[in-house]
């Protein structure tokens, strides 16, 4: 385990991360010039490329899962390793699709609205391009979104964004259900139940750099998710 409680470790930047040796250096010198004082952890998943060597040498702190592997659990396994007191947790990808400039703006929206529990990175607006996603994964990201809004309640424009920044408070003592893709809407669910609001910034989406690992079937486990998470 790591830290020491000190102011300059109040935003945490956790990056879930499988074989991401073409995006993680990127996607962490973003975070570290745009979140200063900032501590990152990224989480690997047995990676057999070069991931845990940029990240290392990125500054970032490596927790290599264990048991079953997943970005859900990946999340469970970062939140029972973390001893140290933050305001705020930065979540995104590793692969250098979200922008990390987006992310002081995100957590001036939390500094001044105390209702708000997570500010998510909206990708679907004016300035989205679709060549930066794949048609299917677009239209399934659609079709995913739809149902979520129309059955839980939680509206969002863009529920599955990769790029949060959540209260740290709600997010030590969550106890996450999903183990893979499906951890966002689990996460929807909770700082609505724990009684806060969440709030969208519109972002530019860039093309993911290295090998694309949402597929068609993680699809079906977002929608049991989302009928799960109903049925609550």
């Keep these: 385990m790591f830290g020491n409680g000190s102011r300059s470790s109040r935003v ?9 040796e073409e995006g993680i250096g990127g996607t962490l010198a973003e975070l570290g010039k ?3 004082n900032s501590t990152l952890l990224v989480v690997d998943g047995r990676s057999t490329d070069g991931t845990v060597r940029i990240a290392k ?9 264990n048991g079953r592997l997943g970005k859900g659990d990946a999340v469970r396994q970062a939140i029972d390793y973390l001893n140290t007191e933050f305001d705020y947790v930065v979540l995104t990808d590793a692969d250098y699709t979200y922008p990390a400039a987006f992310l002081p703006k995100m957590i001036e929206i939390l500094d001044e609205n105390p209702s708000v529990g ?6 679907f607006n004016n300035h989205f391009q679709i060549s930066g996603m794949r048609n ?3 239209f399934g990201n659609r079709l995913l979104a739809f149902v979520h809004n129309l059955l839980n309640g939680v509206k969002m424009r863009d529920p599955l964004t990769g790029l949060r920044v959540v209260r740290w408070k709600i997010f030590k003592d969550w106890k996450p259900k999903s183990k893979g893709f499906d951890i966002e809407v689990e996460l929807n669910h ?6 806060y609001g969440i709030k969208e910034l519109d972002i530019p989406y860039r093309r993911r750099l290295g090998e694309k690992k ?3 079937k993680h699809g079906f486990t977002i929608l049991k998710r ?4 109903c049925a609550y």
């Design 12 to 20: 945490l930047a956790l990056v879930a991360a499988l074989n991401e």
């Design 34 to 36: 745009f979140l200063e």
């Design 57 to 65: 040498d990125s500054g970032a702190d490596v927790l290599i899962q």
């Design 118 to 123: 997570m500010v998510c990175g909206n990708r």
């Design 136 to 138: 299917l994964l677009y």
């Design 190 to 195: 909770h700082v609505e139940r724990k009684g």
């Design 214 to 216: 949402l597929g068609f």
């Design 226 to 229: 989302i009928l799960a998470e």
